[in-house]
Structures are given as structure tokens and as C-alpha cells.
């Protein structure tokens, strides 16, 4: 079986381990509960007609008080970097993380995932910020764990275009 | 034997542990042999431990822990004799020496001995469900949650301990001396490993430490791991053991980022509303404005009315009357929108303070001159107690609005025969206030009179109708300048308005 790794990576906050839940386990926890470290799921999807184990790597958020070891990123196929759609200060993050994974692991596919998409009339970030990341040739694609919005799509997606690379 | 702790030892005493008198510290050698002792012994332990004696004969718990594998170590909670239980850290010093550390847990541990007997009777349960393993006693890890692994290579390591409970949930099928790829049952050191064959290539004795990571023990139950790499005698090891501080860290990280997310979403609001008032002025200075036409138009045809005589002579009084209301009104409401005119464009900010010296005397006497017919037809006496002139800057313009609206509303408010002064100090810094006999007000409406929505605003004692919106206004411009305004006023004893000019 192929086995691919895939980190989340995103400011605080942001729904990376909601993201995980509810692809994992299909499972939503409105309560906010800050992730310490690492914690790594497993899911196998199946991928033109192959069986893909994911690993996924949901990392603690980064800000002032946790930085992301880059260590973490290393072996990575995939990488979702997490926008909260409400803080477009998770942007400034996000584009700063995409610069990390790209040195150290340079060919991860990055998908950038705008999280919250069933607050949408709450969002912070406009349709400039999101063609601002596709031209800059990323994946955008809008989820909501909590609505179950496009998450297994995005998954998929990233799956995909790992194996296709 | 304080004086002759090495620098090392001190930093250590000094870093890791608490700023406590009661700490009890024993000298070993590599042995366990006790060499020097320091400290409270008879808080700690039954028996004074005698020099050349092995300090395991007088705490159990540090049987063979003595050189430890890795300095240094801490043992939690120990209960050293029947009543204490304390922190004992192992250190290795420079010279082949080993020193402990009693630090006294016994309040600590009383108020968490409910929870561990919760735990232990858990784990007892737990242990009861499973085969029966035989234990290692020859590891040193063997009384600790510690997973003890000797690497033999990334893929394949020996388990050298017997097994911790939470590792029998999480893999039952390994027993002690299994081989175990580490990496299959703990994803997490794919990573780790990287820093791990770094810190092994070096060959020197010693440890680094992992990142924390999280593992599903059973649904809904996780466990945060964290991992030594350790070079020991020309050996790898890997030491794994559940992370206890990681629900204190939690709970703070948490408590930091929550406050930080409020924060967020009060600025965010905060945005939101300013931008809902800039909304709202500039609302209400467009229709003000798209107003002051048609309320013209009426107020001119009321006016040629009003002037009309011959058509005038043919309307009983009851219209003619009519007619001047009309008039009279419609002048209300041009005053009403001109000044919501201007308010909204204040608050918008669409106003430029140009200062300029100006003679004080000057614009008193104007602004006496725009009041005065208000004050003759009230009979209402007007004073200024400013005989040399003050030179002042202002915007003239603006300034001399202020001083007519206070006017006006002084005169509003004060009866017919009453009295209205201007009067200026110039010391200690430069006042101009105007005072009034009239009614004056209470205090609850005094604190909220500058706030251009006073919904109290009254009618004036000859029945003037007002807006609510003057002294806004007046506040607006005198903010504008950097002066400041206050009122003093009591009813029935009339009212004064300070404003205050530093110099």
C-alpha cells in the first residue's frame, strides 16, 4: 500500500485538528481545544482504484508561543496550510508557512484550505486575498468541518495530486 | 558543605528547583555511597544516613538508581519515609560525584491523592485484564511510566523495560525483549530519529529530548508522549514516557490564545461599528444636505406669504396665523438640519482647525452683537468682566460658533430679567466662561449634555424649541482646538460653561 504524509499546518485556531476529526472519525467538537505537539492519524482512501494510507501530522498552530519545528514538515508529500476565513491575519501565517515548506520539503503539494465556510458572512478575507494564492499557482479550496463542507473532497484532492507528481 | 557545592550543582539548585529552605541534599559516590549531607534529614527520612553507608538503605526507591542513566533525573512524588512525600533529583557532578535532592511534595501530593488512587485503580483494572508479565527488575526504569527501547537501528530496537500500561493499551502485542520498529508504533520518529542520528553520531554521553506528541489510547482517550534519545556507554536508547506537564502547558497555551482570539474579535467589532457610525454620519449628512432645498423652497413661499398683504387681508386671523407657524416652523427645521449638517460632518471629521491669533475682546463683542436681540426680547442684562485684551488662538470662525451657541442657550434657558455674563481669568491658565440665572439642571442631565443626543433637552423658558444638537456641536469644535469644556450647574441656580485654553 502507498503510504503519503501529509502535515496541517496554520496559525491557532484555524480548525486543523476539526479538519482531521472530521475526516478521521467523523466527528465535530464545537469546544475549542488548542493542540500541544503532534498528533498523527491514519486514514487509507482509495485513489484510482488505489489504496492511499494517509498519515496525517496535525500540528500545533503556530504563533508567538509555539513555532512549528520544521523537522515536522520533512518527508512530507502533501501539505494543507489552514486559513481561518473570519482572521485574515491567518493569511500572514499561512503565506509565511508555504515559504517553510517549500524549502524544506519542495516538492509537497500545497492545497490551501480556507476553513469556517459556513460563517461565510463573517469572513475577513475577500476574493482578492483567495486569487492572490491561486495565481500564486496553490489549490484553494473552502471547507467547513463544522458544516462538513468539502472536507472529504479536499482530501482527496490533495491525494490525488500527490500521486499524479 | 554549602560553600563547597561546585558551580554546576548551585546552578542547578538556583534554575530547577523551588526557592525552598527545606531542601534536603545528600553527596554520593558512584556507588550510592553517602559522602556529605546538608539539610532537614529528619523531614525527609527516618534515619540520619551515615557517611559510607548506601543511600538506598535509607530510600528504597533509589536502589540501583545510582549512577543514573540520565543526569538529570527526576523522581516524582516518592513517599521517602511514612509521612513525606518529596521530588528526588539525581545530578551528576563533575568529579564522578551524584547529588540528591529532597524537595518536599507533601502538600502537592495530598491535594492529588484522589486522583492517583483513581489512577492506580484503573491501572490495577487494567493489569488485572491482562496476561500476567513478568518485571525487569533489573531495569532502572522498571518503576516509572518509562518505555525503555535499546536501539539497535532506526528499524529495529529491543525493549528493555518491562512494559508501562499506557504502552500495553496502546501496542498489547509487544512483551519485554521484543523487537519493535519504533517508527511503525510511533509515527512521530520518522522526525525525531533525524535529530536522534545527529545527536549519536557525536558518540558523548547524554540526551536530547523530542517534541510532544499525542496517541490514541482508547476512543475519545489520548495520551501526549515524549521521547529521550540517550547515549550511554557506547549504547542508544530511546526513552518514552507519558508528558505530565502537558495539561499545566494546555491549560495556559489555551487560556493565552483564548484571550488572544476575544481580542481579535473585540478589534474586529470594534472595526464593524466604526465603520456602521461613519455609515450612519454620512447618511445623515447627505439627506441634511438633499433636505436643505425643498425645506427652502417651503420656507420661501411661507415667507412671500407672510409678506403678501393684500392676499393676507383676505384671510381671518385663524389663517394668517396658520401661515406664520408655517413660517415659523419651517425656519425651526432649517435650523434643525443645518446644524445635523453639521454635526454628521463633524463626526466624519470633515472639518479643519486653521488657528489663528485673534483678539478675544473681538469676538466676545460679536458674539454679543449676534445675541442681542434674543437677550432685548427677554430683557435679559448681558455683562464681561474683560476690560484688557486677550490675544488668543482659534479658528475664528469656529470659536465664535462656540460662543453662540453657548450664548443662546444660556439666554434659552434663563428667564425673562435674568442675567448673562462672559467671564475670562487668565490665571493660572485661561478660562472663558459663560454664566447664566437661569433655571440650570440636574446632574444627570449635566453628565451626558455634550454627547449631541441629550434626549432631555427641554424648552426654554419662553418656550424656545432647541435640537439637542448645540453644545455637540460646541463640544466637537472646542475638542477640535484641544481646549476643554465643562459645566457646573444646580437647578434652580443656574448654569455655567467653562472652557478651558491652556497656554
Request: aromatic share 8%.
Amino acid at each position: 500500500m502507498i503510504k503519503k504524509k501529509i502535515v496541517m499546518l496554520g496559525s491557532f485556531a484555524v480548525g486543523k485538528t476539526s479538519l482531521i476529526q472530521r475526516f478521521v472519525n467523523s466527528m465535530f467538537s464545537e469546544k475549542y481545544q488548542t493542540t500541544i505537539g503532534v498528533k498523527i492519524d491514519q486514514k487509507t482512501v482509495i485513489i484510482d482504484n488505489t489504496d492511499v494510507n494517509l498519515l496525517l501530522w496535525d500540528i500545533h498552530g503556530e504563533d508567538d508561543y509555539q513555532k512549528v519545528n520544521p523537522t515536522y514538515i520533512m518527508g512530507s508529500s502533501g501539505c494543507f496550510i489552514v486559513i481561518d476565513g473570519t482572521r485574515s491575519a491567518t493569511i500572514t501565517i499561512g503565506n509565511e508557512l508555504i515559504e517553510t515548506v517549500k524549502k524544506i520539503a519542495p516538492n509537497s503539494v500545497v492545497v490551501v484550505l480556507i476553513n469556517k465556510s459556513d460563517i461565510k458572512e463573517e469572513w475577513d478575507i475577500t476574493n482578492e486575498d483567495i486569487d492572490d494564492l491561486r495565481n500564486k499557482g496553490y489549490e484553494v479550496i473552502e471547507t467547513s468541518a463544522k458544516a462538513n463542507e468539502a472536507v472529504e473532497f479536499a482530501f482527496n484532492r490533495i491525494s490525488q495530486l500527490m500521486l499524479n507528481k | 558543605m554549602l560553600e563547597s557545592l561546585p558551580q554546576d550543582i548551585i546552578k542547578y539548585l538556583v534554575d530547577e528547583l523551588p526557592p525552598f529552605t527545606g531542601i534536603l541534599i545528600v553527596k554520593a559516590d558512584e556507588d550510592g555511597n553517602v559522602i556529605d549531607m546538608y539539610g532537614p534529614h529528619k523531614d525527609y527520612l527516618r534515619d540520619k544516613p551515615e557517611f559510607g553507608e548506601k543511600i538506598h538503605e535509607y530510600v528504597p526507591a533509589l536502589y540501583s538508581m545510582i549512577p543514573p542513566l540520565v543526569s538529570p533525573m527526576v523522581l516524582n512524588k516518592i513517599k521517602s519515609n511514612n509521612s513525606v512525600y518529596a521530588d528526588i533529583h539525581l545530578v551528576e557532578g563533575e568529579h564522578n560525584e551524584y547529588w540528591v535532592f529532597f524537595v518536599d511534595q507533601n502538600r502537592e501530593a495530598k491535594s492529588i491523592r484522589q486522583i492517583i488512587q483513581k489512577i492506580n485503580a484503573d491501572r490495577l483494572r487494567i493489569e488485572s485484564d491482562k496476561t500476567k508479565v513478568q518485571t525487569n527488575i533489573s531495569s532502572p526504569f522498571s518503576v516509572f511510566d518509562y518505555l525503555n527501547l535499546k536501539v539497535e537501528n532506526n528499524n529495529k530496537s529491543i525493549i528493555n523495560s518491562n512494559i508501562p500500561p499506557w504502552f500495553r493499551i496502546l501496542a498489547p502485542k509487544y512483551s519485554e525483549n521484543d523487537s519493535i520498529s519504533i517508527s511503525e508504533v510511533f509515527p512521530y520518529f520518522e522526525v525525531f530519529f533525524i535529530e536522534a542520528d545527529e545527536f549519536w553520531a557525536k558518540k558523548e554521553n547524554g540526551k536530547i529530548k523530542s517534541g510532544i506528541w499525542t496517541e490514541t489510547l482508547t476512543k475519545g482517550e489520548d495520551i501526549a508522549l515524549s521521547a529521550y534519545a540517550v547515549f550511554y556507554n557506547n549504547q542508544k536508547y530511546i526513552l518514552i514516557k507519558p508528558e505530565e506537564e502537558v495539561d499545566k502547558e494546555q491549560i495556559s497555551l489555551q487560556l493565552a490564545r483564548d484571550q488572544k482570539l476575544a481580542y481579535e474579535k473585540l478589534e474586529k467589532t470594534e472595526k464593524k461599528l466604526k465603520k456602521l457610525l461613519e455609515y450612519k454620519d454620512k447618511f445623515v449628512s447627505i439627506v441634511s444636505h438633499d433636505l436643505r432645498s425643498p425645506v427652502a423652497a417651503v420656507l420661501g413661499i411661507a415667507d412671500m406669504l407672510v409678506n403678501d398683504k393684500k392676499e393676507l387681508s383676505k384671510l381671518d386671523e385663524f389663517y394668517i396665523e396658520m401661515i406664520h407657524s408655517i413660517k415659523d416652523e419651517m425656519l425651526r427645521l432649517l435650523d434643525y438640519n443645518d446644524k445635523l449638517y453639521h454635526w454628521s460632518n463633524l463626526e466624519l471629521g470633515n472639518f479643519e482647525v486653521i488657528k489663528d491669533k485673534a483678539s478675544l475682546k473681538k469676538i466676545i463683542s460679536t458674539a454679543h452683537r449676534t445675541a442681542k436681540k434674543r437677550l432685548d426680547a427677554k430683557n435679559i442684562s448681558f455683562s464681561t468682566n474683560l476690560e484688557d485684551d486677550i490675544e488668543i488662538e482659534v479658528d475664528l470662525t469656529l470659536f465664535l460658533q462656540v460662543l453662540n451657541n453657548l450664548l443662546a442657550n444660556a439666554i434659552k434657558f434663563t428667564p425673562e430679567n435674568g442675567s448673562v455674563a462672559i467671564v475670562v481669568t487668565d490665571s493660572p491658565s485661561l478660562q472663558i466662561t459663560v454664566v447664566d440665572s437661569g433655571v440650570g439642571m440636574p446632574k444627570k442631565l449635566s453628565e451626558n449634555i455634550f454627547s449631541g443626543f441629550a434626549r432631555n433637552s427641554s424648552m426654554g423658558t419662553d418656550g424656545e424649541k432647541g435640537t439637542g444638537l448645540g453644545l455637540g456641536i460646541v463640544k466637537k469644535i472646542i475638542d477640535g482646538h484641544g481646549f476643554t469644556i465643562t459645566v457646573e450647574s444646580e437647578t434652580g441656580k443656574g448654569s455655567q460653561f467653562i472652557i478651558g485654553i491652556e497656554k
